[in-house]
């Protein structure tokens, strides 16, 4: 089945302008009514180094980046020798004619050259882009005005005559492309259908917003730096603190202080700067402290790879600091996940009175997907807090009681002076460890505090119940988490349309594992295949550790750039082709 899609990479270095270019053309495409599914691959260095925006765009949901494009805008050499080959047959290459070439080996797969002048069409060289993507308003069949309009908005806040200058270089680049070159009438499927346009990381800001979070603390590292970057305008006028911190220590530090003063908290890292927060989860579970922490994943160890994908902090995030304590760990899958996750976290955070922790992933946070709706009425629950004390007997700050769950009084409240320390401690919060340890006190309160997770279990599985995604009694069920969801989706797809019946499995909550929800659709199951981005299979063997069931089907990559869907299609087919060695899903635990 062929969908009406265009596809378009736009090359370059870092400086050139390449994301400006991106979030224009998607922004364009969004308001003509088509869905958008963008990734920009980028390296560490400032300036310099090659940069990759791979967009698609159609009139269905569109699930993953484009393996090969209608139209690459390269805006230097680099980018023509290493992706002119990737143009399919009838396309072409949009490129700065007066410093940079298009060879014959360039077009062997059928590659249009299209060549600008850039000099007879702008005055200025930093304009090239938007002269080349002027010349792909045309070739796409897409409205010039809708063009002016996105760059009257990106440069709104400089001079009007700098406004002026790029509708006149992108008009240039339009019509130098209307007497050369033929359109490549592709037979998109316009509309007036309006979507937003925006990442995963600006949808767990907007969450934190929403969810009314008052204090964001970070320091900034990539690729969780969008949040920070989306807050520090954003947030002020909304009532939010947004700090940044000297490191991560001091940033993790801040929110469980902003927490335990009653306010909603988050910070946000990657797994390096999570290496550094850990200490402080732990003091947040010890403290019993709402707390929501973002760790968005990326190639590790040590600095590892600043800015490629990888999901492999799962069992990073599962051990954050030293002993026990209650903490809950969800996996979002997609932009609007990563919204409603963000906002359930705080109710979760302050209802439980332990760390929230997310773990995203460098794809799922950084790339750019139209969202056709987020819905900003967000229920609030701060879980219970006690507004005045008027019982004889003395607050008990870490009272044992059925649930777990003790009686939150926030720092002020009358009558309710108490301890809190890093210690352990008795119900009022006085330590028990400077002079002699009491064992059954210590015993006490972990059982108290570990009473909680039943029941946060309860609530989660209610929440977000694991359910298989697909056909009934599917040949192959894909299993996967994180980021990897859109790409199952379109194997799913994909897999259908050519005679194999499939489904797929998707884990969300990671701790506390809903291990027996998990067991009943599994159960259900012909052939398991997990995909996700590790080496180890970590969320394969957190799978086995939780329920016995033990997936010996696996596609792992671990090379920093993101599954291409027809290499995992065609590993998923092999796989198919041989007989199952699957080991028989576990009946229970």
């Keep these: 089945m062929k969908r009406k899609t265009v596809s378009v990479w736009v090359g370059g270095a870092a400086g050139d302008g390449i994301a400006s270019v ?29 940069t990759w925006w ?14 090969n494009c209608h139209l690459l805008i390269a805006l230097n050499q680099d980018t023509i020798d290493q992706h002119a080959l990737g143009v399919e047959k009838g396309g072409g290459v949009l490129f700065n004619a007066d410093r940079l ?13 299209m060549g600008l002048p850039m000099s007879k069409l702008t005055k200025l060289p930093i304009m090239q882009n938007t002269v080349a993507t002027g010349a792909f308003m045309y070739l796409t069949e897409l409205p010039l005005e809708s063009l002016e309009k996105a760059l009257s908005e990106r440069f709104a806040k400089k001079k009007a ?14 019509e130098f492309a209307k007497q050369n070159w033929k359109k490549l009438e592709l037979g998109l499927e316009l509309s007036n259908k309006q979507r937003l346009v925006m990442t995963g990381n600006q949808a767990i800001a907007v969450g934190a917003l929403a969810a009314n979070c008052k204090f964001y603390s970070a320091y900034p590292m990539t690729p969780a730096s969008g949040i920070l970057h989306f807050l520090a305008p954003n947030g002020p006028s909304r ?3 947004v700090k940044q911190c000297e490191d991560e220590i001091a940033a993790m530090n801040m929110a469980v202080g902003a927490g335990q003063m009653g306010a909603r908290a988050m910070t946000g890292t990657s797994g390096g700067g999570f290496a550094l927060m850990t200490e402080a989860v732990g003091l947040a579970g010890m403290l019993e402290t709402p707390v929501v922490v973002v760790n968005v994943q990326r190639g590790g160890p040590s600095t590892g790879l600043p800015t490629k994908m990888e999901q492999g902090d799962l069992f990073q995030i599962l051990g954050a600091s030293q002993g026990e ?3 809950i760990i969800l996996a979002p899958q997609t932009i609007v996940d990563a919204f409603q996750t963000t906002t359930d976290s705080f109710n979760l955070a302050d209802k439980y009175q332990c760390p929230v922790l997310i773990l995203s992933d460098l794809i799922l946070s950084e790339h750019t997907e139209t969202v056709d709706k987020l819905d900003l009425n967000v229920k609030i629950d701060r879980g219970e807090i006690v507004t005045e004390w008027t019982s004889a007997d003395v607050y008990k700050r870490y009272l044992d009681t059925p649930s777990g769950i003790s009686p939150r009084a926030l720092p002020g409240t009358r009558g309710t002076l108490y301890v809190s320390a890093s210690d352990e401690h008795n119900e009022r919060g006085e330590v028990i460890s400077d002079v002699f340890t009491d064992p059954p006190t210590r015993k006490k309160m972990v059982e108290k505090r570990m009473r909680k997770v039943d029941n946060a279990r309860k609530e989660l599985a209610k929440m977000f119940p694991p359910k298989l995604e697909g056909t009934p009694n599917a040949d192959v069920t894909l299993v996967g988490w994180g980021s990897t969801a859109n790409l199952l989706r379109a194997l799913a797809r994909r897999l259908e349309e050519q005679g194999t019946k499939t489904n797929i499995f998707l884990i969300k909550v990671v701790a506390p594992f809903l291990a027996d929800e998990t067991i009943a659709e599994l ?8 995909v996700e981005q590790n080496f180890t299979s970590q969320m394969a063997r957190l799978l086995r550790m939780e329920t016995g069931i033990h997936i010996t089907d696996r ?16 590993q998923i087919k092999k796989i198919l082709s041989k007989a199952s060695a699957q080991t028989p899903v576990a009946a229970g635990r």
């Design 101 to 113: 070439q298009m060879r014959p080996e360039h077009m062997s797969n059928g590659a249009q050259s």
């Design 523 to 530: 159960s259900k199951c012909k052939r398991l295949i997990m």
């Design 54 to 67: 791979q967009m698609r765009a159609g009139s269905e949901k569109v699930y993953t980046q484009p393996e």
């Design 325 to 327: 304590f209650p903490r």
């Design 239 to 241: 009532g939010m603190c």
């Design 161 to 174: 005559d700098i406004v002026q200058a790029n509708i006149e270089a992108a008009r240039a680049g339009f």
């Design 22 to 50: 991106g979030e224009s053309l998607a922004k364009i495409f969004a308001r003509n009514g088509l869905q958008v599914y963008a990734y920009n691959s980028y390296q560490s260095v400032i300036r310099g180094g090659h």
């Design 555 to 570: 596609i792992l990559k671990y090379d920093g750039e993101p599954f291409v869907a027809t290499e995992v299609f065609n």
